[in-house]
């Protein structure tokens, strides 16, 4: 029996067997400061318990980001260039005509319900749709807390547990906003990770992002009197581990409800974080591998192998038809691969991968094993470089991206380049490009704000 008809027998049982989802995204989460994927601070156990019974995804990739895209992407399995939701907060809403995995779960009997506050398109198929609201951070800024949004998902798994009819079955989304920005981790986390004095005036880290970050007035509230840099690193690792105990604490609930052998978790980001590299501070601008490279985790016990590593390149629109795959169900609409190919069909996943972003900057990329390759593209960029500006890496050489060698490697730019455009013509066909005819949201609300109060 050939690789094929493996599969499709295993799906034949799987469509049988009838399993839950239960879908976690981590808002914000890079992937390199997990312990799973390999980081030194013990920011994960939960979730690396999770990866140890299950596969990880070593080279998993946002193709768009950050959050609007990212998810759009993740729920829908069309490529970003395909379903036009390429900024976040931008003006497009995503079309009626490209389903949501929750109205096609829906449409196949299951109860779906979400714990999310995205609302917009994201709302559409969920049978329940729970905003667990905010807080006031005490530093400045609203706060999703895991905390929040536990009390809705538990809440909601022990009544469905309790009411289950038959072979019912639930599609559930929980939505975690820890670890993005203000990083306010509550304790004993915010001190998990530092022990110096955050405010230590002979500490001058902090002062050069006051000076160079373009956007530090979204952070101004939040830091201010903070002179150390890493307290700040430290904080967003305490997020990490914070969120990481509420992840625990949903997973302790589902086993303890006799639901684990019968659901598939899935836990990923929408995006990660720049902390300090390439002089981003705190945000999720730039195509930069702690940006684009997120954590992806598949665990089913009894149907995933455990402790698996898939060091081939995906991306998050293969998630949508890999969960659609491992119920036994049809994705035939989707861009993105089953990942069950990669895992038992000997597929070798991507190639290369193209990666976007539209909303403070508007940048395109190209990544290899070996070479990244960074695009300005229709305005210059926050930080004064012009169109046409080009960034290349050899990441085998220089995994940090630290040197660009546009100017040195002329010709491996150029053939990337050409390599870029033609695969954005191909994906495009006779539809306009969305990154040229859509604005970059954020920077043109921020700069038609600096113009109304007489800045710019």
């Not at 939960?46 to 759009?72: E, H, K, M, Q, Y």
């Not at 902390?275 to 981003?280: K, L, R, Y």
């Not at 066909?429 to 949201?441: A, H, V």
Request: aromatic residues 12%.
């Amino acid at each position: 029996m050939g690789i094929a008809q493996v599969i499709g027998c295993f799906r034949g049982y799987l469509m049988e067997s009838r399993l839950n989802v239960l879908f976690i995204g981590i808002d914000t989460l890079r992937a390199d400061h997990l312990g799973c994927y390999g980081y030194v601070r013990r920011t994960s156990p939960n979730i690396d318990r999770l990866a140890s019974r299950g596969v990880l995804f070593a080279n998993a990739f946002a193709p768009a980001i950050p959050t609007d895209p990212g998810w759009t992407t993740l729920f829908t399995g069309v490529h970003p260039l395909r379903h036009g939701i390429v900024s976040h907060a931008g003006d497009v809403v995503l079309s009626e005509d490209v389903p949501l995995l929750s109205q096609v779960l829906k449409k196949h009997g299951y109860v779906t319900v979400a714990v999310d506050n995205l609302h917009r398109w994201f709302e559409r198929g969920y049978d329940y749709y729970l905003d667990p609201g905010y807080e006031e951070a005490p530093s400045g800024g609203r706060k999703v807390t895991a905390d929040r949004v536990n009390s809705r998902a538990v809440e909601w798994l022990r009544g469905w547990a309790s009411r289950r009819r038959g072979d019912e079955r639930f599609f559930m989304f929980v939505h975690y906003w820890d670890p993005h920005t203000p990083y306010v981790p509550p304790s004993p986390y915010d001190r998990m990770f530092y022990k110096g004095d955050e405010r230590d005036p002979r500490n001058p880290t902090m002062r050069k992002v006051r000076e160079i970050s373009p956007i530090w007035f979204l952070f101004e509230r939040w830091l201010r009197g903070i002179t150390d840099v890493e307290y700040v690193v430290a904080q967003y690792d305490g997020e990490i581990a914070y969120v990481d105990s509420k992840v625990g604490e949903l997973l302790e609930v589902l086993d303890e409800l006799g639901l684990v052998e019968e659901t598939l978790v899935v836990l990923t980001s929408d995006h990660g974080e720049l902390m300090t590299e390439h002089d981003i501070y705190f945000d999720h601008h730039g195509l930069y591998d702690p940006n684009v490279r997120v954590p992806l985790i598949m665990s089913c016990p009894g149907i995933l192998p455990h402790g698996e590593v898939v060091d081939a390149f995906v991306q998050h629109m293969d998630v949508a038809p890999t969960i659609l795959g491992l119920l036994g169900l049809g994705h035939e609409w989707m861009d993105g691969m089953d990942l069950m190919e990669v895992l038992y069909g000997g597929r070798e996943g991507y190639r290369e991968v193209y990666l976007f972003e539209n909303t403070w900057m508007c940048k395109r990329a190209i990544r290899t094993r070996r070479w990244k390759l960074i695009k300005t593209v229709k305005e210059r960029d926050l930080y004064g470089r012009p169109v046409g500006w080009l960034e290349l890496y050899d990441l085998e050489r220089d995994p940090y991206e630290t040197t660009n060698l546009a100017a040195s490697e002329v010709d491996v730019a150029k053939s990337l380049e050409r390599q870029l455009e033609a695969w954005i013509r191909r994906m495009l066909g006779d539809r306009p490009d969305p990154q040229l005819t859509q604005r970059t949201s954020l920077r043109s609300r921020f700069l038609e704000k600096l113009r109304q109060c007489g800045r710019v």
